[in-house]
């Protein structure tokens, strides 16, 4: 170390404390609207240089040899030494890198206590917790897969085989496995969807039902039909049985060339049909077209509600009320061939 200097007496003549003073703790003011948050007291370096800057300064107050009022020392005065290699400049360089992590540190955690700056998915979680929000768990990706396979092909796609995605411009190829094993063949590609199937006219097998039947579907688009036609539905081969034959009215008719079939609609009749059988017609509808179909089910049951009470003129209204609910769920799902 070298000699006595002047920084005792307040004129350093040796240079040792040219450059240096004391920058820390550095202000920790953050206007409003930033994406981060600046919270460090200060960094490596200007730690290390206030340390430096404190050997020269740092005063101690202590009584007077005399007794009378008090003598400013400086006690580390004397510690000219500047160089790092210095055993003791090196333990304030030591202690200048541990403030420099605990700063950073701190940093990190005020960032992380503020939905704008946090960056960590567990501080988004945290926070959200505090009003009462919970993320939901991750969930994988899912798409439906279909296979081509080769002519004579038959057998099984084991479970977990590999499909990849076709990557547009700019982005990755997206990466799928099977979750259970499917069987193939190759007769199997030219499978389409059924799009039709036969309808029926009468779900008991009585001519009843055909009295308040809206709709029926002809195959083919060449019927010649016309509205004001009349259609005879007979149910029974004896010509002498007029019980097992009913007359409807066209009122409109509809050629359906996609479907190869035409649609004509009845005319409304219900003078000689008592409610209970009309309301079963539409109660059997609801059970075989729509099977599985939690909507159509309400409606049957709404309808069973009117059929079997005592008093069914007094649940009318009830009733009207639920199936037009109904009828708009039905609307806002998007189905087809829906009426009041």
Not at 164 to 189: K, M, Y
């Amino acid at each position: 170390m070298s000699a006595m200097c002047g920084c005792a007496s307040g004129a350093c003549s040796c240079g040792c404390c040219d450059g240096v003073g004391i920058v820390t703790p550095v202000s920790e003011f953050n206007p409003p609207g930033l994406d981060a948050l600046a919270y460090r007291v200060g960094t490596h370096a200007a730690f290390f240089e206030t340390m430096l800057a404190r050997l020269s300064n740092l005063v101690v107050e202590a009584p007077a040899a005399n007794g009378i009022g008090m003598d400013r020392l400086y006690p580390l005065a004397g510690l000219t030494a500047r160089d790092t290699s210095d055993p003791s400049i090196a333990l304030l360089d030591a202690w200048a890198v541990v403030a420099d992590v605990l700063s950073f540190y701190q940093e990190r955690i005020a960032n992380e206590g503020y939905l704008p700056t946090a960056i960590e998915r567990r501080s988004i979680l945290e926070l959200a917790r505090l009003i009462g929000y919970r993320l939901r768990p991750g969930v994988a990706a899912s798409v439906y897969l279909a296979f081509t396979a080769s002519p004579d092909f038959k057998g099984d796609i084991p479970a977990g085989t590999r499909a990849q995605s076709i990557p547009g411009p700019g982005e990755r190829p997206q990466f799928f496995e099977t979750s259970d094993q499917l069987a193939v063949r190759d007769v199997w590609n030219a499978m389409r969807p059924r799009l039709t199937r036969p309808q029926l006219l009468s779900p008991s097998g009585s001519v009843a039902d055909v009295k308040v039947i809206d709709t029926l579907y002809l195959d083919g688009i060449a019927t010649n039909l016309k509205p004001g036609n009349a259609i005879l539905f007979v149910f029974n081969s004896d010509t002498s049985d007029a019980a097992g034959r009913q007359l409807r009215m066209v009122e409109d008719v509809v050629a359906q060339a996609g479907d190869k079939r035409t649609e004509v609609t009845l005319v409304e009749n219900f003078d000689d049909v008592d409610a209970k059988t009309a309301l079963q017609l539409y109660i059997d509808k609801a059970t075989y077209l729509f099977q599985g179909s939690a909507l159509a089910l309400d409606v049957a049951q709404i309808l069973v509600a009117v059929r079997d009470s005592f008093d069914p003129k007094s649940l009318v209204p009830l009733a009207l009320a639920q199936l037009q609910e109904k009828l708009n769920v039905a609307g806002a799902r998007g189905f087809s061939r829906i009426a009041a």
